[in-house]
């Protein structure tokens, strides 16, 4: 499945740092987590889906408590056993992300195997994301 994933969060006092702002590691949580349900949901078997690599995080702006976080995730790339899912994060509905990210995924089998999920990007999909397709193409490199 190729829509978008989306969760909202509630910055809380127990999610902020000693500046007071948003903890780092509980954001990188949040979208790691959004991307890791983007994959699940292509493949259809969440139990087959782990993360090989998490490719940075840019944090862009901060955000405290009670704000709103939208935290998106869309597929940005497939390969034979692999997924690349592209994250945003933004703070109260504003235009611009706060926080961007990307991560890879494999399917593997209950001996921790990758195995191929048979599924590719339709044509459409791409040209409607290539911006994404484009930067996961770069950060995969020649993996
Ligand atoms: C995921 C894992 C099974 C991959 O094993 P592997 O021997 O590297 O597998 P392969 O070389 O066959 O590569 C499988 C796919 O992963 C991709 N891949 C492997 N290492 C990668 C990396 N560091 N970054 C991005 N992609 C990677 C390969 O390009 C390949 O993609 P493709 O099939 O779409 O072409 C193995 O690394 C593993 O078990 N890692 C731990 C996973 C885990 O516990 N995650 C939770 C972390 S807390």
């Known amino acids: 499945m190729l829509k978008e994933t989306v969760i909202s969060h509630l910055i809380k ?33 969440p139990e087959d889906v782990v993360c ?14 009670g704000d709103i976080i939208e935290v998106k995730a869309r597929i940005a790339l497939v390969g034979v056993t692999s997924i690349t899912v592209h994250g945003q994060a933004f ?8 926080v961007t990210g990307m991560a890879t995924f494999v399917t593997v089998d209950k001996g921790g ?5 048979g599924l590719s990007l ?8 290539r911006e994404i397709y484009e930067e996961a193409l770069k950060v995969r490199g020649s993996r």
């Open 52 to 65: 090989v690599q998490i490719h940075g995080i840019n944090f862009n702006k901060p955000a405290t408590s």
């Open 13 to 45: 006092p127990e999610d902020l740092q000693h500046h007071g702002t948003l903890f780092a590691g509980r954001m990188a949580d949040w979208l790691i987590e959004t991307c890791f349900i983007a994959a699940c949901r292509l493949v259809g078997k």
């Open 113 to 117: 195997k990758p195995y191929a999920y």
């Open 91 to 98: 703070n109260n509905e504003e235009k611009a992300p706060s």
């Open 122 to 129: 339709p044509e459409e999909y791409i040209a409607q994301n």
